[in-house]
């Protein structure tokens, strides 16, 4: 299957300072990108919908202005954690898809990134 | 709350044993997908079942679908101690077919 790397693969931040996320899909056009959280011993949540070149589509209960989305390019998105804070500590994973084959074509997840907020 | 219904929670067996993870949804569905998680690492695909079928095979797993009851099951066969993971199934939604992933099914497979 087709590869998503995540960087970093694991942040320690103070809190107050902003954190980048970056997701990139090696080996494929990544028309749609997908950004997830985990808490420990909880599913995933999907954060946002990301579409190359237009605006993030968050879902319910996300702050858009905390959590910012850039999808420049159809290999890469990034998640700005914004003024970080303890309650952002979490497990966050990114997906990539080519969405111009389809629905039914596979999701592939990057390894994720655990973000520490002291 | 995004999440589907899965059950159990919390599955424990011998090993040899089949193991059977439940999922229920509330809306419509482009597919249906079942990923395996071990602890704190990232997700592993499983098997991907579109709304028009039924069944799927990928060696010893066992999917089903039921689009009147809007629920699905994963079976492992024949488990294996490696089995030991959390099991999540997600429902593709929507045109750019976003996840919606059930609250998961712990598995502990002992030797």
């Known amino acids: 299957g087709a590869v998503v790397s995540q960087h970093p693969s694991w942040v320690i931040c103070k809190s107050g300072t902003s954190v980048k996320i970056e997701c990139r899909s090696l080996?494929?056009?990544?028309?749609?990108m997908f950004w997830y959280r985990q808490f420990p011993k909880q599913s995933l949540m999907l954060m946002a919908t990301?579409?190359?070149?237009?605006?993030?589509?968050?879902e319910q209960g996300v702050e858009k202005d905390k959590f910012l989305i850039n999808h420049a390019s159809l290999t890469l998105s990034t998640l700005t954690v914004t003024s970080a804070h303890p309650e952002d500590s979490s497990f966050y994973i990114c997906?990539?898809?080519?969405?111009?084959?389809?629905?039914?074509?596979?999701?592939?997840f990057g390894p994720g990134t655990r973000l520490t907020v002291l | 709350s995004q999440q589907g219904e899965e059950d159990p929670q919390a599955l424990s067996i011998q090993e040899g044993e089949n193991a059977t993870m439940n999922c229920s949804y509330k809306t419509s569905i482009n597919n249906l997908q079942w990923y395996r998680q071990n602890s704190g690492r990232g997700l592993v695909h499983l098997i991907l079942?579109?709304?028009?079928?039924r069944e799927k095979h990928s060696g010893r797993l066992r999917v089903t679908l039921d689009t009147s009851k809007k629920s699905s099951s994963l079976l492992i066969t024949a488990s294996r101690a490696a089995d030991t993971a959390s099991y999540f199934c997600a429902r593709g939604t929507g045109g750019y077919n976003k996840l919606i992933f059930g609250a998961g099914t712990r598995l502990a497979v002992h030797p």
């Open positions: 080996d494929f056009q990544a028309t749609t």
């Open positions: 990301s579409n190359e070149g237009s605006k993030a589509t968050y």
């Open positions: 079942i579109r709304s028009n079928e």
């Open positions: 997906s990539a898809r080519d969405s111009g084959r389809g629905p039914n074509n596979e999701q592939f």
